[in-house]
């Protein structure tokens, strides 16, 4: 967001749910401008918004230290005040309602009936399906609200004021489950806000170029790109802004990277107009890195490190630092919001490391992040506007620490271990339980890849034997009474391997036309073998919307065929398996 922009028509205040970003997205799907802020952002900072929704959020109104808000919102003029459940309860707490702690809680299907005709649910008639995800409920609403809308187990499932704006929802129409979700926020938005259609990612192109201008002024930009859409699209909008000569990008090869990676980011930089780019060919470095490592969070950390390292050395290199330039980003909205009650405490896994050069490049302002108002869908819109390829656009995310977090380690030999229901392979895999991470081993069951009822067989075993944090299936290759862990590290050959393998399942995919229907399709190479077959592949397609959460996606037959078929003809595969882990349990990357 820049200063010359006017403010948004509503604010989303976040609460600490992880809805807040899909309601502010919802909004903006509607045509209206919105931002989030954190719960408690002050009435006074809020001035001229024309609509504010308070999230939902985990917390009690009742526990101390959960979220608040400035009691003087629900009185701003011209703003009418939407509260969704947490914001609901806040709301009917504050002015005098009643909120009952829950014992069970109602989390799911539930079926609305309405029981007063009110703009706010206009075109829902009867009954309706929404999604409920609650345990404290408001049992009386306070005084001059209505209730509108019940449930079977909740007497006030929306509620309103008699007089004023001020509306509350217990249920969460962002959520797809909720039948006329999109129609509430839009009688929300156009019958009660009076709002205007105002946003429009495309058609804010020009808007972006211009701040780029006056963000620059005479000095160029430099970028770290990663081949990802984000710092792909964010470089564009700079190339557009200030012409190929004042704008210089660098790609790190890892030597970490999928086939043809490098040489497909080259060729997409190229296209898009790009002079000034330089390809750091790292390779080696990362390599002696991880020589010898075999811990996941030690991987990453060394992987991490050699990044610094690299970066620090590259602008050092060149006149980076001296005030002729400035750093271009891809930083997208999520990533920049201070929030209420998001923040994790537990690390699941380690992403970023800060280069010292860059910190004090954003300590000291000079730094542009075009992206900064713009969600991952609107990212894809301006992208698809500046003419990047769609096929780029839509490329499945991949993790900086590239493939080698996807190249399993071991130190030493073990044998598998037969259990009741299948067999525990001895190596282990990162999980996240609870919101804290675990690293345990991998249970191999029996069974037909292509039946249905695997997924749930696999989600009741995780949560059976306590040992284990994943499930998979064999798909075709070695016996497993056969199978044994063998050693291995992240080496040359077996980088190799695992980037033919990954090579075989992208080609396969994309002609099966399976890649588009799902968010990522990890390969994973584990150290363990059978015979002269020292490795094997686990597939661990999956469908996500952010990657929090994702579901393990079954693999149509013939493809699975094809795919075994390929794989064991490659030199080093003694079998292959399917991953049936859903996230939580099992993270979408084993490491
Ligand atoms: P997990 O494995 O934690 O992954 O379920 C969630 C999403 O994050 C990606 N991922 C990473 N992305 N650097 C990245 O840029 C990383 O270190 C990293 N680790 C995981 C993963 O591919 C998935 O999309």
């Not at 557009?240 to 999928?258: Q, S």
């Not at 069951?445 to 306590?466: C, F, Q």
């Amino acid at each position: 967001m820049t200063e010359e922009q006017k403010a948004p028509q509503i604010t989303v205040l976040d609460a600490g749910g992880q809805y807040c970003h899909l309601i502010a997205r919802k909004i903006r799907e509607l045509g209206v401008s919105a931002e989030v802020r954190p719960s408690d952002t002050p009435a006074a900072e809020l001035a001229g918004r024309k609509g504010i929704v308070i999230s939902g959020g985990p917390a009690s109104v009742y526990e101390a230290g959960s979220p608040r808000i400035d009691p003087r919102i629900l009185h701003l003029p011209g703003a009418a005040v939407l509260g969704i459940c947490y914001g609901l309860q806040i709301m009917a707490h504050e002015l005098g309602g009643e909120v009952i702690r829950g014992e069970k809680g109602e989390y799911g299907m539930a079926v609305l009936r309405t029981v007063r005709s009110h703009p706010l649910l206009s075109g829902l008639n009867g009954e309706t399906r929404v999604w409920m995800s609650h345990r404290d409920r408001v049992e009386a609403p306070p005084p001059d609200f209505i209730s509108i809308a019940v449930t079977k187990e909740c007497p006030v499932a929306a509620m309103a004021h008699t007089s004023l704006p001020l509306f509350g929802l217990q249920f969460h129409p962002e959520v797809v489950h909720t039948e006329h979700g999109k129609e509430i926020y839009s009688n929300f938005l156009f019958r009660i806000c009076g709002c205007e259609r105002d946003w429009d990612p495309r058609g804010r192109v020009p808007q972006i170029e211009a701040d780029i201008r006056r963000i620059a002024g005479d000095r160029n930009v430099f970028f770290f790109v990663s081949g990802g859409v984000d710092s792909t699209v964010a470089f564009t909008l700079c190339l557009r802004a200030l012409g190929p000569e004042r704008v210089y990008g660098v790609y790190v090869d890892t030597g970490l990277m999928r086939e043809g990676e490098t040489e497909f980011v080259e060729n997409v930089f190229a296209k898009l107009g790009a002079t000034q780019f330089h390809v750091e060919d790292a390779g080696a470095r990362f390599l002696g890195a991880l020589e010898g490592v075999t811990e996941p969070e030690e991987k990453r950390k060394r992987i991490g490190e050699e990044f610094v390292a690299v970066q620090e050395r590259i602008l050092g290199s060149g006149d980076f630092l001296s005030g002729r330039w400035i750093l271009g980003q891809g930083t997208i909205y999520p990533d920049t919001i201070e929030s209420g009650g998001t923040a994790k405490a537990d690390v699941i896994k380690t992403h970023h490391n800060r280069v010292a050069g860059i910190q004090m490049l954003i300590d000291a302002g000079r730094i542009v992040e075009p992206l900064s108002s713009f969600y991952k869908d609107e990212v894809r819109q301006a992208g698809d506007e500046l003419g990047i390829p769609r096929e780029f656009l839509d490329r499945h995310p991949f993790p900086g620490p590239g493939l080698a977090i996807r190249c399993l380690c071991s130190e030493s030999e073990a044998p598998v271990d037969r259990v009741k229901d299948g067999w525990i392979l001895p190596i282990r895999s990162v999980g996240v339980q609870g919101d804290s991470r675990s690293y345990r081993q991998v249970l191999l069951i029996d069974g037909a890849p292509g039946d249905p009822g695997l997924h749930e067989r696999a989600t009741t075993l995780v949560n059976r034997e306590v040992r284990v944090n994943r499930v998979i299936v064999r798909a075709s290759g070695a016996a497993p009474e056969t199978l044994r862990r063998t050693r291995g590290t992240v080496t040359k050959d077996r980088l190799a391997r695992l980037r033919a393998a990954d090579a075989v399942v992208r080609q396969l995919a994309a002609e099966h036309d399976f890649d588009h229907g799902i968010w990522q399709f990890p390969v994973i190479l584990i150290p363990i073998g059978a015979a002269d077959r020292p490795d094997s592949i686990v597939l661990r397609p999956v469908h996500s919307v952010d990657g929090m959460t994702a579901e393990s996606v079954s693999i149509p037959a013939p493809l699975m065929t094809a795919f075994c078929q390929r794989l064991l003809a490659l030199p080093g595969i003694a079998a292959v398996f399917h991953d049936l882990t859903h996230k939580p349990p099992g993270t979408i990357e084993w490491e």
